[in-house]
């Protein structure tokens, strides 16, 4: 008589064949939210203000892509007791978001749906390896309607009044009423898209992504680069209205509602990533330097 071994038990999501449960929840996830990111492809993502919507879908693509390794060898321990509740409520903000066209709902829900999915699979080994993908997903959520009427007002009116004293002080015959800027011959208005909104929620997913990519554990460190994202942003908004006001100034209406109107938030963009970088360097050299030499003295 031969004894036989059982067969060993394989981890949620390692089944062979075609229906996988890894492919079936990667075929679910796509019924669900391919029709909102072709709504989305084709409507929001082609305004100035959600631009930056395909940016974000493609680095959470290539995040959670990078921890595919990572999240196939964590410890399988499914956490049904937090994940079943979470996955409920997931499906219960997407379907009032499809029920009531609310978009703002619709990619909000990929959150909780991702995370549950997560908790049921693999257990919270997982959900800790890939919390800054699931987090980073609320950078695809379309800023709700409210919030935006609420600040773009006040940002305006501050820009404007910022950018009318500078460009007075370095002489130029220029003043402002309300949000219109009135310099020589020329009366611009700062319109919604110059308010700087836009720039922070975009330099914010921008800034986030570095932090997170540099990998610093100094949590003084974290908290600066964190706290510098929105006022970075704002002052680079600042400059980049100065050079579309003096451009319109010198060359007239048309190069400075032209092409380089556009290509001056491009090039912004690019000056308040680099001093991000330059800040995070400091930070190494001084803040986060500083105290790895106080361990090491300490040992």
């Known amino acids: 008589m031969s004894a036989t071994s059982p067969p060993l038990a394989r981890p949620i999501g390692s089944a062979q064949g075609p229906f996988t449960p890894a492919r ?8 669900m ?39 196939a060898q964590a410890e399988v321990a499914p956490v049904p007791v937090a994940g079943w ?6 499906l219960l903000v997407y379907a009032v978001g499809r029920v ?19 908790l049921l699979m693999r257990g919270t080994a997982a959900l800790k390896l890939a919390w800054f993908a699931v987090a980073y997903q609320v950078f695809l959520v379309p800023l709700p309607g ?35 800027l009135t310099i020589g011959q020329y009366q611009l ?20 992504l570095f932090m997170y990519l540099m990998g610093r554990r100094s949590v003084v460190h974290n908290a600066i680069m964190l706290a510098a994202i929105l006022p970075v942003a704002f002052a680079a908004n600042i400059v980049r209205v100065i050079i579309l006001v003096l451009l319109t100034y010198h060359f007239g ?5 032209g092409f380089l109107h556009g290509a001056a938030g491009l090039v912004l963009m690019l000056v308040a990533l680099g001093f991000l970088f330059v800040l995070d360097a400091l930070l190494a050299a001084t803040v986060t330097g500083r105290a790895t030499r106080s361990v090491g003295t300490a040992r």
């Not at 909102?36 to 929001?44: K, L, S």
């Not at 100035?48 to 999240?71: D, K, N, T």
């Not at 208005?189 to 986030?208: E, H, I």
């Open 100 to 118: 009531f066209d609310i978009s703002i709902l619709e990619f909000a829900s990929q959150i909780f749906v991702v995370a549950a999915l997560l």
């Open 33 to 71: 939210y391919l029709p909102v990111y072709w709504w989305a492809a084709n409507n929001i993502w082609q305004t100035e203000e959600q631009g930056h919507g395909p940016l974000v879908a493609a680095v959470l693509v290539w995040l959670f892509w990078s921890l595919r390794e990572r999240l």
């Open 85 to 90: 509740p979470l996955f409920g409520l997931g």
């Open 146 to 180: 409210v919030f935006v009427d609420a600040v773009t007002g006040p940002l305006k009116q501050t820009i404007s009044v910022i950018v009318q004293h500078v460009l007075f002080a370095l002489g130029y015959p220029i003043a402002n009423t309300g949000v219109v």
């Open 24 to 31: 079936l929840v990667l075929a679910g996830l796509a019924v």
């Open 253 to 257: 209406d048309e190069v400075g509602q």
């Open 189 to 208: 208005q700062v319109a919604d898209a110059c308010s700087g909104l836009n720039s922070m929620f975009s330099l914010s997913a921008l800034g986030t």
